[in-house]
């Protein structure tokens, strides 16, 4: 399946969650069996026999992505959460957004000192909280081995934010 | 791997999210990768070649094996989202709480009618979300082919709630 036919299975829909954004659902990519196979056998092709230990992602939507890919790669799971869903020790690392600031939390015993991570999410937008994600695997002591995400949203420079990682992303968009 | 070795992977913790109960912590087990192995190749072995057309979960924790099942069994995934998450049309069913209610919701246009949805958790508590899941797949004309889930406090009767559907769990609670 080439990009645009998998661009194709992503829907627009214009001023959500607010007037001038259109927010790219990928909802109806997962639905799509073919689309979802395609998407996971990318990211399987690109980061198996690279001895990643876990896949790390942030709820909601990237447990579906990083639970598939973790599940393909044979690898664990570590999931980064909003505050306070966690039930054992956390760290955390906060954020800022367009007004305000939130935060990401990780069990503090999520991972082992020098386990290579990737971080994978949906949407790669302004790259705030995969950069909070990542230096919380960094203060456990992990590796961040690279950030992968199904979408990513160029006209926000969220690589800006990611320099000091590999990052890759399956579908792109230029502008809005 | 037996019942009991894939029950040591998962964590109790105390008196939480209050006094008095033991919350089952999952995170344990998908950090390690044999567990989480075991249990995707339980669920992947009952349920494959059974045409099932997509797998349904609930956020936020069962997105994980859901999405992880999907993956494996190669077909759709739908998510299932508290309220207001979702970016397009949708359709809600309440449930009950101890105290109040609550609400999951689903794209109208998520499945198609007839198909074979499996719905997949993490937890089988009191059953209440699931049932209002399984009602959300059938406002839709899906077919919820079973329920599955890792975990079943089987003292909190869960199944009194889903008893018209095939359930199915993998580590099972008698008692607090």
Aim: charged share 30%.
């Amino acid at each position: 399946m080439s990009h645009d036919a998998l661009k194709k299975k992503i829907r627009d829909i214009p001023d959500y969650p607010q007037e001038g954004i259109i927010f790219r659902d990928i909802t109806t990519l997962l639905r799509d069996k073919g689309a979802f196979r395609e998407v996971l056998s990318i990211l399987v092709d690109r980061y198996r026999d690279r001895a990643i230990d876990a896949v790390a992602a942030v709820e909601a939507r990237g447990f579906i992505f990083g639970g598939a890919l973790a599940g393909s790669l044979n690898v664990g799971f570590i999931p980064i959460r909003k505050p306070g869903k966690l039930p054992s020790e956390t760290i955390a690392e906060t954020y800022a957004l367009e007004y305000g600031t939130d935060s990401v939390e990780m069990h503090r015993d999520a991972l082992k000192a020098n386990q290579k991570i990737l971080l994978v999410d949906d949407v790669i937008a302004t790259g705030g909280t995969l950069a909070a994600a990542s230096r919380l695997i960094r203060k456990a002591e992990g590796e961040v081995f690279g950030i992968a995400a199904v979408v990513e949203l160029l006209y926000l420079n969220g690589r800006q934010q990611l320099s000091d990682y590999d990052v890759f992303s399956i579908v792109r968009y230029d502008g809005e």
